[in-house]
């Protein structure tokens, strides 16, 4: 329920009448105040936690690298799982993949090899998520040639890709202007019965509008609405910046604003600056 500091409370009650706390009780409140970036509040209760004799298992040592990584403290998060492995702790496929998505999300893939060469020698084979946090660092660094490998060993080892997985490596390709490959694996997504979802959609159309395919773009639109994916504002900027560069007419752009204000979406500042820089450059002339 996210009642993080009403559950601390009551561990408190509990502790107060004498009765025994063990590493469960403990470990929930670390996960949930790590989920809620409260990692120095984390960090308290697992020292006490050690100093009243009770004993972290996996669950307490993911909980915390997980809040580490997500705060941007790796080299706290690298130390505990030290501490870990010399508690003769075996760190989960969920720790490793943890490691590797926030290597992969600050670029730094050379790193995650590391990573995933340990998480092979103990045994523990990667999943879906591992796989998809490996493709999405080289498609951050612009490697999808890279991303596209990783799926498809990921295949070939017997690991099915989930949406998010296609997701990714479209959203990468499509940020290289690689359209041809990004439909293809787009169909292949759809004739395998994996549903797209709006991020999907929204890569695609952003990837036909800044190649200046701007009917594909409209043409997807309605086929997301007719899918029953829900375009959001990041879908709506893309089309209103391709009405912006490619010099439509101003009414257009005028009537998708009102269109997304109607439908109960909320502009952003980038909306607004599309808007802006559209009608100036349409004062000039």
Known sequence: MGETRAALQLLRKIEGKLLNTDVVMYSTII????KDKFVKDACQLYYEMIAKGISPNVVTFNALIYGFCIVGQLEEAFSLF????????NPSVYTYT???????????VKEDKNVIAMMMKQGVKPDVVTYTSLMDGYCLINEVSKAKFIFN???????KPNARCYTV???????????????????EM????????TV??????NGFCKSGRITHAWELLDEMHEMGQPANIITYNSLLHSLCTSHWDVDKAIALFKKIKNQGIQPDIYTYNILIYLLMDYARQ
């Open 31 to 34: 996960d949930s105040l790590c």
């Open 82 to 89: 030290s501490k870990m492995l010399l508690k003769n702790i």
């Open 98 to 108: 943890t490691l590797v998505d926030a290597l992969c999300k600050e670029g730094k």
């Open 153 to 159: 060993t990921m295949a070939q080892g017997g690991v």
């Open 169 to 187: 490596l479209i959203n990468g390709m499509c940020k290289n202007k690689m359209m041809d490959e990004a439909m293809d694996l787009f169909k």
């Open 190 to 197: 759809q004739k395998k019965k994996i549903i797209p979802d």
């Open 200 to 205: 999907t959609y929204s890569s695609l159309i």
